[in-house]
T-cell receptor
Framework: EAQVTQNPRYLITVTGKKLTVTCSQN?????MSWYRQDPGLGLRQIYY???????DKGDVPEGYKVSRKEKRNFPLILESPSPNQTSLYFC???????????FGQGTRLTVV | AQSVTQLDSQVPVFEEAPVELRCNYS??????LFWYVQYPNQGLQLLLK??????LVKSINGFEAEFNKSQTSFHLRKPSVHISDTAEYFC????????????FGGGTRLMVKP
C-alpha cells in the first residue's frame, strides 16, 4: 500500500531535549516536505527536499533541521525544542513539484 | 512568494443545502491548484486538483471547483452536502517552477447540521 509513515504519532517532551520525528515513504517520490499545522494558520512549510542530499528552507524553518540521506526517509530534527514548537506536524511526498502530495497521519508534539 | 486566502474560517450549513468555500491566490503566473480535505484526527487527503485543461474539475463525491484565472480564484462547491462532509478544507497552490511544493490557505471548517 502506498503510504507516508510518520513516527511517533504523539509526543510530549520538555524544553531543550533534542527529538527526531521520522518520515518514510514507499512510493519512490523525489519530493518530500514537512509542514506544521496551527489553528487559523493552515499548514506552513518548514523544509522541503527535491531529491537526496538536496534540502531547502520553507516558510518557517527556524528551530528545525532536516536531512535526506536516502530517497525514502526525511526526518525532522528539533535540536532544542521550545513551547512555541507545540503543533501538529505533517510529512508529505510527491512524485514531482506540482503533482499530488501524499500526507502522513501527523505527529502531535507538545513541548512543556 | 505565493499566498492563499480562504475567506471563511467556518461555514455552518444544513444538510442537503448547497455550499461554496472560497479560495483566492496571489500569483499571476501559471500555477497548479488543489483542494485537500482533513477529517477529524486524520491527515490530509486530496479532494481535487487543477493542473491544466478544463477549468471545471470534479471529485468523486460530488464536489467541484472552477479555476478563474482573471479573478485568481478556485472556489469549491457542492450542490447538496451530507453530514459526512463535515471536515476542514484546505485550498493550496503550487508553482511548478519553484520546487517548493504547496502553499496552503488557512482552512475552512465546514460544519453540516442535520
Amino acid at each position: 500500500e502506498a503510504q507516508v509513515t510518520q513516527n511517533p504519532r504523539y509526543l510530549i517532551t520538555v524544553t531543550g531535549k533534542k527529538l527526531t520525528v521520522t518520515c518514510s515513504q514507499n512510493m519512490n517520490h523525489e519530493y518530500m516536505s514537512w509542514y506544521r499545522q496551527d489553528p487559523g494558520l493552515g499548514l506552513r512549510q518548514i523544509y522541503y527536499s527535491m531529491n537526496v542530499e538536496v534540502t531547502d528552507k520553507g516558510d518557517v524553518p527556524e528551530g528545525y533541521k532536516v536531512s535526506r540521506k536516502e530517497k525514502r526517509n526525511f526526518p525532522l530534527i528539533l535540536e532544542s525544542p521550545s513551547p512555541n514548537q507545540t503543533s501538529l506536524y505533517f510529512c508529505a511526498s510527491s512524485l514531482f513539484s506540482g503533482s499530488e502530495a501524499f500526507f502522513g497521519q501527523g505527529t502531535r508534539l507538545t513541548v512543556v | 512568494a505565493q499566498s492563499v486566502t480562504q475567506l471563511d474560517s467556518q461555514v455552518p450549513v444544513f444538510e442537503e443545502a448547497p455550499v461554496e468555500l472560497r479560495c483566492n491566490y496571489s500569483s499571476s503566473v501559471s500555477v497548479y491548484l488543489f483542494w485537500y480535505v482533513q477529517y477529524p484526527n486524520q491527515g490530509l487527503q486530496l479532494l481535487l486538483k487543477y493542473l491544466s485543461g478544463s477549468t471545471l474539475v470534479k471529485s468523486i463525491n460530488g464536489f467541484e471547483a472552477e479555476f478563474n484565472k482573471s479573478q485568481t480564484s478556485f472556489h469549491l462547491r457542492k450542490p447538496s452536502v451530507h453530514i459526512s462532509d463535515t471536515a476542514e478544507y484546505f485550498c493550496a497552490v503550487s508553482d511548478p517552477n519553484a520546487g517548493n511544493m504547496l502553499t496552503f490557505g488557512g482552512g475552512t471548517r465546514l460544519m453540516v447540521k442535520p
